[in-house]
């Protein structure tokens, strides 16, 4: 599948949401979907990496279809809300670059 922009994404998602007659869900709606979504996540990785495991009557589920869920109720957030994505991913990276530019420490990348 060919790489696609967070704009495309967006629009491959509004397309396929204009399609039904509801719409998109009232904000609250999908904040608690969201927060669902996180915890099915949380799941997930505690299973794979905590110490919790899986029950054999458990449904096999995956850390990258849960992230899928996050990303796809994230997309239906910022479009709902008219926001678009690549400009709030602009907007956060430049407040990581400034605010916490000598926050962590840096890997030595120059030639030795």
Request: one cysteine or more; hydrophobic letters at 35%.
């Amino acid at each position: 599948m060919a790489e696609r922009s967070l704009k495309e994404l967006q629009q491959e998602v509004d397309q396929y949401i204009s399609q039904f007659k509801e719409g998109y869900f009232q904000p609250l709606s999908m904040l608690a979907r969201m927060s669902e979504e996180v915890g099915e996540l949380a799941r997930e990785v505690n299973h794979r990496f905590g110490e919790k495991p899986k029950k054999p009557t458990e449904a096999d589920n995956s850390i990258e279809l849960e992230l899928g869920d996050i990303l796809f109720i994230t997309i239906c957030f910022a479009n709902s809300l008219g926001i678009d994505l690549t400009e709030a991913h602009d907007k956060i990276m430049h407040k990581f670059n400034t605010r916490d530019a000598n926050r962590w420490t840096k890997l030595n990348t120059e030639s030795e």
